[in-house]
C-alpha cells in the first residue's frame, strides 16, 4: 500500500484553503486569502450572504455579525431618514463598488436621481458604482475599526458628503467629512446631516432607540 508523502498531502491541503473562507477569532471576521481582482470578487457566489463580503485591499472580507444593539439602531435610522420630505432615499447593506473597492455599509443615502434602475423601472440587484452621499456604519463588538474607518475615508475620498461611524459601547459618534478632521460627538452634541435634509437628531436621541422600557 502506497502512502501519499507528507509535503505532497501539506501542498494539496495548503492549496484547499486558500480557496476557503478563513476565520479571524480576533475579528470574528472570515477572508479569503488568495488574491482575487475585484473583477473575480464580484462573480463569488457567497459575497451576499448575511452578513455580506467586501473587497479591501485586494482580500475578499466577511462582516462580522451585527446583533440586536446593531440591528436596531440600523432599523430606526433608515426609517426616520426616509420619513422625511427628501430627494434622498436610505438603504441598509447597500453594496457600493468603486476605486477598486466594494464595501457594504450598515446605511447609505443617495439620491433619488442616482439610483441605478434597470429597463422595467426597478432597482438593480448589484448595489451602485458611485460613492453615496452619505453612509453610517455601526461598529460591531468584534468588528475592525481601522478597516470600517478606511471605508468612510475611501467614500469620502471619492465624493461622498458625510460620514458616520456609530460606537453602540461607548456611546458615541465619530463625524466624518471632508477636508475637516473627524469630529467626536457625544451626549446632547447634534449630528451633522446632508445640507438638504430637515432633521436634528442628537448623539442621545439615537442611543435612545436601544432603550425598549416604557
Not at 502512502?3 to 492549496?15: A, I, T, Y
Not at 473583477?39 to 463580503?53: D, G, Q, T
Request: include cysteine; aromatic fraction near 6%; hydrophobic fraction near 40%.
Amino acid at each position: 500500500m502506497q502512502v501519499k508523502s507528507m509535503p505532497q498531502f501539506r501542498k494539496g491541503l495548503l492549496e484547499v484553503n486558500a480557496m476557503s473562507p478563513l476565520l479571524d477569532q480576533t475579528t470574528d471576521q472570515r477572508t479569503v486569502t488568495e488574491s482575487k481582482t475585484i473583477e473575480e470578487f464580484l462573480k463569488l457566489p457567497y459575497i451576499e450572504e448575511s452578513p455580506a463580503w467586501e473587497y479591501i485591499n485586494g482580500e475578499a472580507i466577511q462582516k462580522p455579525m451585527g446583533g440586536g444593539k446593531h440591528s436596531l439602531l440600523q432599523k430606526r435610522l433608515v426609517a426616520v431618514i426616509d420619513g422625511l420630505e427628501s430627494d434622498y432615499e436610505a438603504f441598509p447593506e447597500l453594496r457600493c463598488t468603486f476605486g477598486n473597492r466594494s464595501v457594504v455599509p450598515d446605511v447609505v443615502v443617495i439620491s433619488t436621481n442616482q439610483l441605478p434602475l434597470d429597463e422595467n423601472g426597478e432597482i438593480i440587484s448589484i448595489g451602485i458604482d458611485f460613492a453615496p452621499a452619505w453612509l453610517i456604519e455601526i461598529l460591531s463588538p468584534t468588528q475592525s475599526q481601522t478597516k470600517v474607518t478606511g471605508n468612510i475615508l475611501h467614500c469620502l475620498r471619492n465624493g461622498s458628503q458625510l460620514g458616520w461611524l456609530i460606537d453602540p459601547n461607548e456611546r458615541c459618534i465619530l463625524v466624518y467629512q471632508p477636508n475637516s478632521l473627524p469630529d467626536l460627538l457625544s451626549g446632547k452634541d447634534i449630528l451633522p446631516v446632508l445640507a438638504d435634509l430637515n432633521l436634528t437628531l442628537s448623539v442621545d436621541d439615537v442611543f435612545a432607540w436601544l432603550n425598549r422600557k416604557k
